[in-house]
């Protein structure tokens, strides 16, 4: 049996774990993600290859796949950029290679999620899919014909499109549909009109559910921001489903999925509306990515 580590670096939390060759998550672990002037990506590369050695010295290890957020060119294995974690242009790959004593594949923290929820989650049976994991930011993985779209780490970034909310955006643009969408946004907007600060988007959901107007004045421009959005995205990439995750994703069926496909199909005429579904993988999409690249790198030598 063939087996790989997997580490999928977030902005506050780093996962790992082992993959097995059906698709198992085995042996999983976290540490905090170290933040803080990381321009060179030096502390995470020790953190990352501690842990993938730990991991390949304890269960044996064929290969390792690290994915990070922010711009990656997966090509190049470099990471391009990273607002949370402050990095510019670092040779990701070559330096965890120098570290780590397998093979390692680098990549893209929302495209590995969007290949283990194509192959192995909700988007299973779909040549062509869109996941996109909604939670503090947005965006988006675009699986194509079976295989992750990239553009050099600059596709996906759904988040910052105008989708006609006026709400100004820390990118600087105007409307974006992170700054009505996302978890934060939808928490920072019901603060600034109700004057509280609702514990989370889950709250706000909530709220608008039992009547309060102000919850659902902003959820329901939440949703409508994502219809717009999404729209766009079924008009010109035709996928056949969309994968919903993220924390938003936990508000459930009733409050977010119904609305929001009633909203996209009301947006399509003759355009092929996609199916709408709930992602399966939760937080674990992009370790289970990040161990499917690394059995890719092993397949592809
Ligand atoms: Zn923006």
Excluded at 22 to 33: D, E, F, I, N, V
Excluded at 162 to 190: N, P
């Amino acid at each position: 049996m063939t087996q790989v580590c997997a580490i999928d670096v977030g902005g506050t939390t780093v996962k790992a774990g082992i993959l097995d060759d059906h698709g198992q998550l085995l042996h999983t672990t976290t540490a905090p993600t170290p933040i803080g002037r990381d321009s060179d990506a030096r502390a995470v590369v020790d953190l990352v290859s501690t842990l993938a050695n730990q991991l390949s010295d304890r269960h044996g290890a064929a290969a390792v796949g690290v994915v990070v957020p922010g711009i990656v060119d997966e090509a190049r294995g470099l990471g391009v950029w990273s607002q949370n974690l402050g990095w510019r242009d670092v040779p990701m790959r070559e330096l965890l290679a120098e570290r780590i004593g397998a093979p390692v594949a680098f990549g893209h923290d929302v495209r590995a999620g969007g290949l283990a929820e194509a192959r192995l989650g909700a988007g299973r049976g779909h040549e062509s899919l869109l996941f996109l994991p909604v939670g503090t930011g947005i965006a988006a993985a675009i699986v194509l014909d079976g295989r992750c779209y990239s553009a050099g780490g600059w596709a996906g970034e759904i988040g910052h499109v105008d989708v006609g909310y006026e709400q100004s955006c820390y990118c600087g643009l105007r409307g974006c549909l992170e700054a009505v969408s996302s978890g934060a946004a939808i928490a920072r907007r019901y603060a600034a009109k109700a004057g509280r600060r609702p514990a989370g988007a889950a709250e706000v959901a909530a709220l608008a559910l039992s009547g309060d107007v102000v919850a659902e004045s902003v959820w329901s421009d939440a949703i409508g921001g994502l219809a717009h959005a999404l729209a766009w995205s079924a008009s010109v990439l035709a996928p056949g489903v969309i994968v919903l995750g993220g924390g938003l994703a936990d508000a459930g069926q009733r409050r977010l999925l119904n609305p929001l496909r009633e909203r996209l199909a009301a947006r399509l005429s003759y355009q092929r509306v996609p199916e709408v579904v709930p992602a399966e993988l939760g937080d674990r999409a992009g370790c289970v990515g990040a161990g499917l690249m690394a059995f890719d790198l092993l397949e592809s030598r």
